[in-house]
């Protein structure tokens, strides 16, 4: 009874933030300033990429190199729409198709590494691959490369791509949803839980973490053609810069890894007090960045979901254990 | 039903079975005893299809079980119940049956089979709600062979039956497995504890360092000087 009751007004909570949430984001056109729809336009985009890594992550599996799919997508943009005038979303689909069929290459024999070697091998490829893009000739080198300029509206121009990080956003939460919900869910929650039992029930481990990889390459991928013709000029240190790996990662852990709403959540909180706060810090932030994983980690490994469902009392002891263990602290602040 | 030849195994260059012959009959219980390292767990691990045959044929009701995926060898009828249970332990009991029907489509029939599992089961049935991590040793012994029985399969192979169990939780298991016997599953029933796996069992292998060097019925391997000095200490 109670498992039912609550289970509605979880519903109800979802249905209500969702729709709050419809329709600030779809009037956003009407009432927001340049700034605005910039931010809210960077949110969105960090958001697909939290959702993209939060597929695999559901497995358990972690990866630290989604940065590589997102710059495969952003050179594919750019090389295609500068070099052979093909249109923005064919070249984005283009982009997104490379992205992960170089996951799948690499994930093949990667998949089969577990814990940390995965996590490992993955910041290498990212690593691997920035350097062999940032050394082609027709890739523009270091130098970078320019892209064209949408004839357009400054304002316009703001709108366009806030629309484009929206649908993006919009298709990764739709995949995410038919994956997570369904037959899927228990299969990637089954590799997480065990994986040789997974498979002993007869769950394809290999190809649920192929294709989870792949498809969040993919949408990696997508993400990265946007950001390259949205900031129209790219270059290696932009396309494969760590913070697009580091932010997704930490937005889904924050969110709750393996949740359907966990990443967009996560996502706006972390970029909005990135924006509004660590912006002040230029280098610093990081640091902050780094901290907040450390603690997320260790207090709350489920995300906001332990933080919600977190009886006072207990906070109150984490609080006093925190103090006692560093009693030094309470020195410079009482 | 289970016919194995010459099967040679193991990991990488490493070969830990040579040149095994076994089988199991319809309806029957066959124990495989032997040693910590004998490759128990491996001849196991090789016929669901994680370990793959280097030499030798595995064939389960006339169709070649080599080189296919577990999935499939799941799909076939053979059901693994695990060393250590490895259940899911984040999952309730009644999600861990349900991952066990994970190769059956058929939702009436996953939901038949589930009723058939809580009726050799009762205790699982009451605590289905339950996180299956937070279980006892011998409830999760039950939901880990509820688990593989949820495939519907007509051969279970038992990985360890009794490691790490009470003599009492021990004893409530055997009769359970007579029935689930008796309603025609083979039952391939692997441990250490040799007297417990041939009082279960209609017939037994001993299996010492890779090779089969015993087989016949279970009383007359428990009759055996040679059983009873190895492995039984009398």
Redesign the interface.
């Known amino acids: 009874m109670g498992g039912l009751a609550g289970g509605v007004r979880r519903g109800v909570t979802v249905a209500l933030v969702g729709l709050v949430g419809a329709v600030v984001l779809g009037s956003a056109l009407l009432w927001a300033n340049n700034y605005v729809l910039r931010l809210l336009t960077t949110i969105l985009m960090y958001a697909a990429l939290a959702q993209a890594w939060n597929l695999l992550g559901a497995t358990g599996y972690v990866s630290f190199g989604n940065v590589a799919f997102f710059g495969i997508g952003a050179y594919t943009v750019a090389i295609l729409m500068t070099r052979f005038d093909v249109a923005f979303v064919a070249a984005a689909a283009i982009g997104a198709f490379l992205a992960a069929a170089l996951a799948v290459a690499v994930g093949f024999p990667m998949l089969r590494l577990k814990g940390h070697y995965f996590a490992i091998a993955t910041l290498g490829v990212a690593e691997a691959v920035r350097e062999i893009v940032g050394n082609l000739e027709f890739a523009g080198k270091g130098k970078g490369i320019s892209l064209p300029v949408m004839d357009a509206e400054i304002t316009e121009i703001y709108q366009y791509f806030y629309i484009v990080m929206l649908l993006i956003v919009l298709g990764a939460l739709l995949a995410s949803h038919l994956i997570l919900s369904g037959?899927a869910g228990?299969?990637l929650?089954?590799i997480?839980?065990?994986e040789?039992?997974?498979?002993?029930?007869?769950?394809?481990t290999t190809a649920w973490k192929l294709s989870m990889f792949g498809a969040g390459a993919a949408i990696n991928g997508v993400g990265g053609g946007a950001y390259a013709y949205w900031m129209s000029y790219i270059d290696p240190v932009s396309a494969f810069n760590f913070l697009v790996t580091l932010m997704p990662l930490l937005m889904a852990l924050l969110g709750g890894v393996g949740t359907l709403w966990g990443p967009l959540a996560g996502a706006l909180i972390l970029e909005v007090l990135a924006e509004t706060a660590w912006s002040h810090f230029l280098e610093f932030h990081r640091t902050v960045l780094g901290a907040m994983m450390v603690l997320v980690v260790l207090f709350f490994p489920g995300g906001l979901r332990d933080v919600i469902h977190l009886p006072q009392a207990r906070l109150v002891g984490i609080l006093r254990d925190l103090l006692r263990r560093y009693g030094g602290a309470r020195r410079w602040w009482c | 039903m289970l016919r194995i030849e010459g099967l040679v195994a193991g990991y990488g260059r490493t070969v830990v079975l040579r040149d095994v012959d076994l089988q199991v009959g319809a309806a029957e219980i066959v124990a495989l005893v032997g040693m910590n390292g004998a490759g128990k767990s491996t001849l196991l691990k090789t016929v669901s299809g994680i370990v793959r045959p280097m030499a030798g044929s595995i064939v389960f009701m006339e169709r070649l079980l080599n080189g296919l995926a577990p999935a499939q060898v799941v799909a076939l009828g053979i059901a693994h119940v695990p060393e250590g249970r490895r259940l899911f332990g984040g999952l309730t009991v009644r999600e861990n049956l349900l991952m066990g029907a994970y190769t059956r489509v058929d939702r009436g029939e996953v939901r038949a089979q589930l009723e058939r599992v809580w009726s050799y089961f009762p205790i699982l049935r009451e605590r289905q709600r339950q996180l299956a991590g937070k279980l006892s040793g011998g409830e999760q012994q039950m939901c880990s062979i509820a688990r593989g029985l949820m495939a519907k399969p007509r051969l279970l192979m038992i990985d360890e039956l009794s490691l790490g169990l009470a003599p009492l939780a021990i004893e409530r298991l055997l009769p359970t497995l007579r029935e689930i016997n008796r309603d025609g599953v083979s039952i391939l029933l692997l441990d250490q504890d040799v007297q417990t796996a041939l009082e279960l069992a209609h017939r037994g292998y001993v299996l010492e360092t890779g090779r089969i060097t015993m087989e016949g019925g279970s009383a007359a391997l428990l009759g055996s000087s040679d059983v009873r000095a190895k492995y039984l200490g009398i």
């Open positions: 037959r228990y299969a929650v089954a997480r839980e065990d040789d039992a997974a498979q002993m029930v007869g769950i394809n």
